[in-house]
């Protein structure tokens, strides 16, 4: 059976905003294929990212930059995590 894929957008303090492919190992946090993005491009806030980047649209596009390596994160330091729909975030996030 295939490993499902656990797609997040991570808030942390300081404004950081990052996706990518999550886990969590004792008081860490961790992002793979991660991106930080920059700039949301949604009419209807940081939700909608959800359903995947916005490519069309008032505000589009999403603004994504590709970060080198793992993502390392202190579990206090997280505001919040929305679960992504991980097959409309698989080419981004590989």
């Given amino acids: 059976m ?4 656990d797609v ?5 303090q300081r404004g950081w905003v990052l ?10 946090g961790f992002l793979d294929g991660a991106h930080v ?3 949301w491009g949604t009419e209807y806030g ?3 990212l959800v359903s995947g980047p ?7 596009p999403t603004v994504l930059d590709k970060c080198k390596g793992r993502v390392e994160f202190l579990l206090v330091t ?12 698989a080419e981004v996030c590989k």
């Fill in 46 to 48: 940081l939700g909608q």
């Fill in 78 to 89: 997280t505001i919040l995590t929305l679960k992504a729909e991980a097959d409309k975030w």
């Fill in 2 to 5: 295939k490993k499902k894929v």
């Fill in 8 to 12: 997040r957008i991570v808030v942390l």
């Fill in 37 to 39: 993005i920059r700039k």
């Fill in 19 to 28: 996706i990518g492919r999550y886990s969590e190992k004792g008081d860490r």
């Fill in 54 to 60: 916005v490519k069309e649209g008032k505000y589009a």
